[in-house]
């Protein structure tokens, strides 16, 4: 298994538990580090909100909240600051995607 997880200029430390773009280290909570090393994981995959609450929140129905929203909204807040390219997408009626579209 891969302790090293690379998008783009964005790499995850599974060991030390760290994330850095561009050298500069990013401050998650748990669940935001939990969520980032999903989507990492999943790197250029549709990621739905459902498989989203089932892989990160241990959820297997839909709690009918924004939680998925919110935490995405704060990933990109700390991932994709501004002048750094985007990592992290949505697709419209799907879900989100990370992908380098370099």
């Known amino acids: ?23 500069k280290e990013i401050d998650l909570q748990p ?19 459902m498989m989203i609450l089932e892989k990160v929140w241990d959820y ?16 990109r807040d700390k991932v994709d600051a501004p002048g750094c390219q985007k990592l992290l997408h949505s697709v419209r009626g799907e879900g989100y995607v990370m992908k380098d579209s370099a």
């Open 1 to 23: 298994m891969a302790t090293l997880l690379k998008v783009g200029e964005l790499e995850m430390d599974l060991i030390g538990r760290m994330v850095r773009r561009e050298g």
């Open 31 to 49: 669940r935001e580090f939990k969520l980032l090393e999903y989507l990492m994981r999943s790197a250029g995959r549709v990621c739905s909100r």
């Open 60 to 75: 297997d129905f839909d709690p009918g909240s924004n939680l998925v929203d919110v935490y995405i909204g704060r990933l």
